[in-house]
Nanobody, 124 residues
Framework: QVQLVESGGGLVQAGGSLRLSCAAS????????VGWFRQAPGKEREFVAAVRWIGGTYHADSVKGRFTISRDNGKNTVYLQMNSLKPEDTAVYYC??????????????????WGQGTQVTVSS
């Protein structure tokens, strides 16, 4: 049983920064992969970034060079550092986890557990 809770969203001006957190609740947390996805109004949920527990991080082309996914070895937490934010980054951001390999890291259906999301709004 794994529960994920996102936090850190808010309102920021273009060019600003936010750090999102994804905290896992449970006795143990040893996922295969943890990812961040986002969904804007009227749009499909899209991949943002993922970290594979055995090694490797991955970022969508749209955020590469601006966003960085990481994990804290002392906590059951994954972060998404978001710099140089743009209005088009506005969306609800979700974290997700998979306990084993179920498909490509950039595919929504590959993940078993999802948080409730946190709103990020970037003003121009």
């Amino acid at each position: 049983q794994v529960q994920l809770v996102e936090s850190g969203g808010g309102l920021v001006q273009a060019g600003g920064s936010l750090r999102l957190s994804c905290a896992a609740s449970g006795r143990t947390f040893s996922p295969y992969v943890v990812g961040w996805f986002r969904q804007a109004p009227g749009k499909e949920r899209e991949f943002v970034a993922a970290v594979r527990w055995i090694g490797g991080t991955y970022h969508a082309d749209s955020v590469k060079g601006r966003f960085t996914i990481s994990r804290d070895n002392g906590k059951n937490t994954v972060y998404l550092q978001m710099n140089s934010l743009k209005p088009e980054d506005t969306a609800v951001y979700y974290c997700a986890a998979s306990t084993d390999y179920s498909g490509p890291y950039y595919v929504v259906k590959s993940y078993d557990y999802w948080g409730q999301g946190t709103q990020v709004t970037v003003s121009s």
